[in-house]
């Protein structure tokens, strides 16, 4: 849970006023983890919360959570090709583990792919 806290202190949480539950928060690396509460305050706390407990889930499954959006600019660019099943099952598999979008997930699951190949090696 430790490691979990570190990392979501420092993703960029998002909070929106909605008219019946107070305030809906949510963060730019995980957008399908929310909170809820009547004041901006709790509705922070609650997101935090909501997202260390994902991202806690995510490492003890043995995934790898994102990184913080102000972790680095990416300036540098590959495309890949994929048939339709393909990317269906990217998207999906995006969709399903947290992530923003098919971009990330490659990112992320080749990067755990090159980095355990090296501990291991």
């Keep these: 849970m430790r490691k979990a806290k570190k990392l979501v202190a420092d993703y960029r949480i998002i909070l929106e006023r909605h008219d019946r539950l107070g305030f809906i928060g949510c963060s730019v690396e995980l957008p ?3 909170a809820d509460a009547k004041t901006p305050e709790e ?3 609650s997101t935090e919360e909501a997202l260390m407990v994902a ?8 995934q790898r959570p994102p990184q913080p959006a ?6 540098e660019q590959v495309n890949v090709r994929l048939t339709a099943e393909e990317k269906l099952l990217f998207s999906t598999a995006a969709m399903n583990l947290g992530f923003k979008g098919i971009s990330d997930f490659i990112r992320n699951s080749a990067l755990d792919r090159v980095i355990t190949n090296r501990q291991a090696g």
């Design 32 to 34: 399908t983890v929310f």
């Design 43 to 45: 509705c922070y706390k």
């Design 55 to 62: 991202v806690a889930t995510m490492i003890e499954c043995g």
């Design 70 to 75: 102000s972790a680095g600019l990416r300036t």
